[in-house]
């Protein structure tokens, strides 16, 4: 099984603050990766597929980049409607499908 | 607009079955894979199964093989989830998703999920 791990845990930043959160996986998913947010009370949303391609109504403030086995989400001009918990999950290797552990951020 | 809602989550005791049922609208079901994952209270997202589009074929996680069964009704536009021999550690929030396609198993919709609680 292909393990995710997501990093940090958790993360405080800035309204207007740029925010990275990372995600490395045990081995080569070839931008098979994805990126999930999700706010408190709701379900889970796609934000980011194939490690860079930005899901239909996404912000162009979120950007996703990566290869190999690094990748990572980036939050341009943090706003207060991003504070969600996001979860990374990789698709290249399955089953099983694995998501990394969650990254949940706040605003300062 | 895509839409998807699970029901049929609930109590049940430890080695009971629960069977879940996810409507969905919006959208040409049967063209789509489809999967459950779960959520445990303030824990990540995990797995549970998927389906392809006939439902002729079905994938699980170890965690659940065996226990679990994914299948769907196209001409009702329905997927379900029956859960047998239940576990206090099957305890979560189940969301039924939209899978990107039949190669690449990412979520692109997600229904708002239905809780299971796992105790006697």
């Known amino acids: 099984d292909i393990q995710m791990t997501q990093s940090p845990a958790s993360l405080s930043a800035s309204l207007g603050e740029t925010v990275t959160i990372e995600c490395r996986a045990s081995e080569d998913i070839y931008s098979n990766l994805a990126w999930y947010q999700q706010k408190p009370g709701n379900s889970p949303q796609l934000l980011i597929y194939d490690a860079n391609s930005l899901a239909d109504g996404v912000p162009s403030r979120f950007s996703g980049s990566g290869s190999g086995t690094q990748y990572s989400l980036k939050i341009n001009s943090l706003q207060s409607e991003d504070v969600a918990s996001y979860f990374c999950?990789?698709?290249?290797?399955?089953?099983?499908?694995?998501f990394g552990s969650g990254t949940k951020l706040e605003i300062k | 607009e895509v839409q998807l809602v699970e029901s049929g989550g609930g109590l049940v005791q430890p080695g009971r079955s629960l069977k879940l049922s996810c409507a969905a609208s919006?959208?040409?079901?049967?063209?789509?894979?489809m999967a459950w994952v779960r959520q445990a209270p303030k824990k990540g997202l995990e797995w549970v199964a998927t389906i392809s589009t006939s439902g002729s074929r079905t994938y699980y996680p170890d965690s659940v093989k065996g226990r679990f069964t994914i299948s769907r009704d196209n001409a009702k536009s329905s997927l379900y989830l029956q859960m047998n021999s239940l576990k206090s550690e099957d305890t979560a929030t189940y969301y039924c998703a939209t899978v990107g396609g039949s190669r690449y198993w990412y979520f692109d919709f997600w229904g708002p999920g239905t809780m299971v609680t796992v105790s006697s």
């Open positions: 919006g959208f040409t079901f049967s063209n789509y894979y």
């Open positions: 999950q990789q698709y290249n290797n399955y089953p099983p499908l694995t």
